[in-house]
């Protein structure tokens, strides 16, 4: 295909050279630059300003190299400081792009990817992750968007639903497949421009996320230049379930500031409400429904301490599954319990009732409770050993998950990178990989949505140009993925049984 105007158009971008991000902070950050937004931010508001103030940069680690992975306390501050400052849509604005579009957009050294990645770093441009097809979301080898690749260039034709960004972004980062069929092989990112010819937004039929700029996009024969692919072809979708274990843990790191202020609010609310001689807060009743609310919310605070590392250093998935449904069931019960008991005022415009609604995408987006439960079922085994290695205590051997479980290695955070947190202690498997589920014996090959998924003992099939996925496996001892996003190991390790966590 000859490259269009268009493509070249958009391949090179003139004068959209970025400058370099500002420095992030080296230590605490004071959020000012939050601060100076209104309260009605939008989510493009809040990028810009987290750019300029280098607080995305703040988020990863090796001094805010995207590539070497979010920094997970940072992370959860400066979700935890917009959760404080802003509406929900707003901070899911910011959240999938920190999490999920910018590492995935990292997985690509070149000059295209890398330029685009430093603008986003630096808030002067948005990417959009665009995976949820207009197919069911939770069925993502079904998606149908395609990407037409040629030796000249890719052709883009599809649709995609329910994006964040999607009004606002200037790129959206597409998956889409260039062959048919659900192999795991068959997906790759594409990076379109916003304004390429052919991209229609629109946005989604909601009041509730206005301001997270949710909407649809469609895809129509947009032509680019073949520096538009992100990654290998065919590492489209180990490279999304990989860093959509980011986003589940941003998803459980936000939930708890969520519930802890929503709580907070609550609790000014029963103290000051007048009941009786004294106030709603002296009821008993309320008083221990409160106090479940706060069990639930410390529980998901600790489960987070738990397994944060283990997610942010390793991709574990089967960390990441467990995170997101904790997430979305505290969530649920702790904004439903405090919706019900503001009582009417729960209704008023930008109240509890409003908040409530649109954390319920806290159990939908990023994983649905029930596919990342699944993923959770898949990983029984390796939890049930770490339990058992746990409770043995320092010394003692504990049953392994299949007889591949030894016991807590200490192996820690990988080298390189500047978050030596003591105690990860996970149990790995023999050979040293993390204890993701991936090697455990017990999960069924399947995608998301229960379909079987296509994977061959060989691993990717013939001719594909990827290699097998890397999901949660040690990363090379400087903490960077290889070039390419090819932190990968090779094809035969690799079962791939948990691609059903890895949808969104
Ligand atoms: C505000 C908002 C922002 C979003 N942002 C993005 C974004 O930035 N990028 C992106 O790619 N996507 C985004 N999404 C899409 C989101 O990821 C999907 O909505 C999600 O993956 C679920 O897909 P679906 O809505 O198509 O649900 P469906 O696939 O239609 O499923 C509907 C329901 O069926 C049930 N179900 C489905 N599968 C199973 C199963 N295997 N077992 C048991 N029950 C099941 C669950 O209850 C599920 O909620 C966003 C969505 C919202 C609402």
């Given amino acids: 295909m000859p490259e269009t105007a268009s493509a070249r158009e958009h391949g090179a971008r003139p004068g959209s050279q970025a400058a370099p991000p500002p420095s992030p902070p080296h230590s605490q950050p004071d959020f000012d630059a939050l601060d100076a937004l209104p309260r009605t931010a939008t989510g493009r508001e809040l990028w810009t300003a987290l750019g300029a103030a280098g607080l995305t940069a703040w988020c990863y680690r090796d001094s805010g190299t995207v590539a070497s992975g979010v920094h997970p306390d940072r992370l959860a501050r400066v979700l935890a400081a917009a959760d404080a400052r802003f509406a929900i849509p707003t901070t899911l604005s910011a959240s999938v792009q920190l999490a999920t579009a910018l590492p995935v957009l990292a997985t690509d050294p070149r000059p295209l990817a890398r330029r685009e990645l430093a603008r986003a770093v630096a808030g002067e441009s948005a990417v959009a992750l665009a995976a949820t097809d207009v197919t069911a979301g939770t069925d993502l080898t079904a998606l149908r968007t395609e990407a037409r690749i040629s030796d000249d260039g890719v052709e883009v034709h599809g649709a995609k639903a329910w994006i964040a960004n999607t009004t606002t972004a200037d790129h959206f980062l597409v998956l889409a497949r260039h062959r048919t069929g659900r192999h795991f092989t068959h997906f790759t990112w594409v990076l379109v421009p916003a304004d390429a010819p052919g991209v229609t937004v629109r946005p989604a039929d909601s009041a509730l996320f206005g301001s997270s700029g949710v909407g649809d996009v469609e895809f129509d024969g947009v032509r680019l230049g073949r520096e538009h692919l992100v990654g290998r072809t065919g590492m489209g979708l180990p490279a999304f379930a990989r860093h959509i274990a980011t986003e589940r843990l941003a998803g459980a790191l936000w939930g708890t500031a969520l519930c802890r202020r929503a709580l907070e609010d609550t609790h000014r609310h029963l103290t000051t409400r007048a009941h009786g001689d004294g106030t709603l807060w002296e009821l008993d009743a309320v008083r221990q429904r409160f106090a479940a609310c706060l069990v639930r919310v410390r529980e998901l605070h600790a489960l987070s301490r738990q397994l944060g590392d283990r997610v942010a250093y390793a991709y574990d998935t089967g ?12 969530v649920g019960h702790v904004l439903g319990e405090c919706a019900q008991l503001w009582g009417a005022a729960g209704f008023t415009t930008g109240g509890i009732q409003e908040t409530r609604a649109q954390a319920a995408l806290f159990g939908i987006g990023g994983g649905a409770t029930e596919v990342v439960l699944s993923a959770v079922a898949d990983t029984a085994e390796t939890i049930l050993a770490e ?17 591949a479980l030894p016991k807590a290695a200490a192996t820690g955070p990988e080298q390189g990178t500047d978050v030596p947190r003591p105690g990860l202690g996970l149990p790995r498997p023999g050979g040293g990989e993390p204890a993701d589920g991936l090697t455990c014996p017990g999960g ?9 998924l296509d994977v061959g003992e060989a691993g990717p099939e013939q001719g594909a140009e990827a290699r097998q996925p890397g999901l949660g496996l040690p990363r090379p001892e400087n903490g960077q993925p290889a070039p390419g996003g090819g932190q990968l190991p090779p094809p035969a390790r690799q079962n791939l049984p948990h691609q059903r966590g890895a949808g969104r």
Wanted: with cysteine; glycine share 22%; aromatic share 2%.
């Fill in 319 to 330: 960390a990441a599954a467990t995170l997101k449904a904790a997430a979305g069931a505290t």
């Fill in 387 to 403: 339990l058992a290695n746990d409770l043995a205590g320092p010394g003692e051997d504990a049953p392994a998950c299949g007889g």
């Fill in 444 to 452: 069924g090959a399947s995608v998301w949505g229960g379909a079987p």
